[in-house]
């Protein structure tokens, strides 16, 4: 059943990126062809007004709600029984409970919601979103996480097994939202991913409250509050499987070992933060990790890549932007290393003697070297020869 779940949440959360590809692209819809009967837009259907909401075409799946008037009235002339699943607010005021309930009613097959830059600050209207999966907030200044806790009982429900309810939640520059926030979070039984962006009202403290969290992936972005005595936090996240840190200052060597002994943590991804020199040896207090990322301004030394070398779980490792990684680096990577991936991506140092180095890791089947110019043709066949399963990328 877990593995039922994940595929279907890889292949849910896939099909959102596409949409939100098309939701925010702001493109008015054009047809297919002239007959208004057959028509179908190309994009989300673009909803300013009560007449373009009745002039809906049949079929249509995703809906951009921008800046209407009255947003309760507009939801109301949706035309019944729509097919809808995706809906953006857009620069919508006073969405309040009543235009939620309108949602609902108008969009019974809702499964992914997104507010832009809207004037929200509770969101308990949605406790009739049956099919609600995926919640994204955006610039919307006034929420603070209000109503989330309320949505929890649609988790009761499941479709051949699968529960339902929340399992998607993505809080964006949104200034009010802190610990109530990160609470009312947390109590979303079955959430799986939990995004955090640019959220300067959260403390370190605010994420005790994710110790009761299902989450299996924490991704944060731009988290000033992100440092040693959060990590602490988050290390008892018992379901955690997959953390990614990018533009957080603050997450150091200090605040990996904060992780230390995490029993379910395989994935960990440290990009613009403030790691350095001796992160490899931390990392390696981490039992269960299959895949490390790292990435400038980084600052590692051969130390590190030993160290990571010896790590007989990691399978996966990236190490991109980091123009001093050396050759030495590599072939002291290589001496134990069992990887099966490996990103070196923009590593400019990197000549031929290092890439020839990689030989002896003989699990290799992946390797990355994108914009690194110094590597020849004829070491890269070299290389493929003496690991035949090898593909290299050099893009």
Request: hydrophobic letters at 45%.
């Amino acid at each position: 059943m877990q593995s039922t779940l994940h595929t279907w949440l890889a292949h849910t959360a896939l099909v959102l990126c596409c949409l939100a590809g098309a939701v925010f692209t702001g493109h008015t819809p054009t047809y297919a062809d002239e007959n208004p009967a057959k028509a179908q837009p190309r994009g989300p259907w673009v909803v300013r007004d009560a007449k373009s909401a009745a002039d809906m075409p049949e079929g249509t799946r995703s809906l951009l709600l921008r800046s209407p008037e009255d947003l309760v009235t507009v939801l109301k002339a949706l035309p019944t029984n729509t097919t809808v699943s995706t809906v953006t607010l857009e620069d919508c005021t006073a969405v309040g409970d009543d235009a939620l309930r309108a949602l609902c009613d108008a969009c019974a097959s809702l499964s992914t919601l997104s507010f832009r830059n809207c004037d929200v600050a509770n969101v308990g209207g949605l406790v009739n979103a049956k099919r609600i999966r995926m919640l994204h907030f955006e610039r919307c200044a006034k929420f603070n996480g209000a109503g989330l806790a309320s949505l929890a009982p649609l988790s009761a429900r499941n479709i051949e097994g699968i529960a339902l309810g929340v399992t998607g939640l993505s809080i964006d520059d949104c200034a009010s939202f802190g610990a109530a926030g990160m609470a009312e979070a947390a109590a979303l039984s079955h959430l799986f991913s939990l995004v955090l962006v640019n959220l300067p009202a959260l403390k370190p403290g605010d994420f005790s409250a994710l110790a009761a969290s299902d989450a299996e992936v924490l991704n944060l972005v731009a988290i000033s509050a992100a440092n040693a005595q959060a990590m602490r936090e988050v290390a008892k996240m018992s379901h955690l499987e997959r953390l990614t840190c990018s533009k957080c200052a603050n997450i150091d060597n200090k605040a990996v070992e904060a992780l230390a002994g995490h029993k379910t943590l395989e994935r960990l991804s440290l990009k613009q933060c403030g790691v350095h020199t001796g992160i490899g040896p931390v990392v390696g207090l981490l039992p269960a990790l299959k895949a490390l990322a790292l990435g400038a301004p980084v600052d590692l030394d051969e130390s590190d890549f030993v160290a990571m070398g010896e790590q007989p779980n990691l399978q996966e490792l990236s190490v991109t932007d980091c123009r001093h990684v050396t050759d030495e680096m590599l072939a002291v990577l290589a001496a134990n290393s069992k990887i099966t991936l490996l990103d070196l991506s923009r590593c400019t140092a990197i000549t031929d003697d290092g890439l020839m180095s990689l030989a002896s890791i003989k699990t290799l089947t992946y390797l990355r070297i994108g914009g690194i110019s110094a590597i020849s043709e004829e070491v890269l066949q070299a290389l493929k020869v003496k690991l035949p399963e090898l593909r290299v990328d050099r893009q």
